[in-house]
Nanobody, 121 residues
């Protein structure tokens, strides 16, 4: 069974840091782009950061200079280092990845179950 499992969420004070991890497991031939999205209460899910298999990255304007996305291809894992956290960063953070499960069917998009990040004093 292929799945994305996130970890690292929690409660942190404004100005603090958290590091999210997302590991892809199962019979995976290849992973293309990986990314992090977030959804705050009453708001639409939005892209936070994404990284290609070659390491190219892009970020939402709201997190540029504070968040860093990275990946370890040997471990099928993507990370999100979040620094200088603000209350408006509070949301459920979801991992997303394009996975090649069966050769010939192309990459399919998968989501993790989400991890809560709360920034509050």
């Amino acid at each position: 069974q292929v799945q994305l499992v996130e970890s690292g969420g929690g409660l942190v004070q404004p100005g603090g840091s958290l590091r999210l991890s997302c590991a892809a497991s199962g019979s995976i031939f290849s992973i293309n782009a990986m990314g992090w999205y977030r959804q705050a209460p009453g708001k639409q899910r939005e892209l936070v950061a994404a990284i290609t298999s070659g390491g190219s990255t892009n970020y939402a304007d709201s997190v540029k200079g504070r968040f860093t996305i990275s990946r370890d291809n040997a471990k099928n894992t993507v990370y999100l280092q979040m620094n200088s956290l603000k209350p408006e960063d509070t949301a459920v953070y979801y991992c997303n990845a394009d996975l090649l499960i069966i050769v010939g069917l192309g990459y399919m998009n998968y989501w993790g179950q989400g991890t809560q990040v709360t920034v509050s004093s």
